[in-house]
């Protein structure tokens, strides 16, 4: 699929909602809109995956095993280990450089 910005769909979907004469035209643009903005965002989302299974997972894993082995088990306490395998939530690479940079400062301590 040709890649879409989302400015681009929220023109279209607008002048195809002014031009609907039914509001069950108007509902069938909505739901094209939503729908290919779905489909937008789930291209990007996987695309960011892809690019960080590629170029940064092993490096990530290989860091934060690294610095797991070098901090004191008092420091960590019970601390959880981010799963760096099972990327989710909105933000999943910005939490995986939080949790580096939580092990880091505790490295430094």
């Known amino acids: 699929m ?7 769909l929220f023109y279209q979907q607008g ?6 004469k039914t509001e069950e035209e108007k ?10 903005e779905k489909q937008v965002s789930d291209n990007w989302d996987a695309q960011r995956k892809s690019e960080y299974n590629r170029e ?4 990530a894993k290989k860091l934060r095993d690294e610095m797991l082995k070098l901090i004191p ?8 280990t ?8 909105p933000a999943p690479i910005r939490a995986i450089a939080a949790d580096l940079e939580e092990l880091s400062n505790l490295l430094s301590e």
Request: glycine residues 4%; positive net charge; without cysteine.
């Open 73 to 80: 088990q008092e420091k960590l306490g019970r601390r959880m």
């Open 27 to 36: 509902r069938k643009v909505l739901q094209r809109y939503f729908e290919r």
């Open 82 to 89: 981010l799963m760096y395998e099972n990327l989710a939530g």
């Open 56 to 59: 940064y997972y092993s490096k």
């Open 15 to 20: 002048e195809d909602y002014l031009a609907a």
């Open 2 to 8: 040709e890649a879409v910005k989302p400015t681009d």
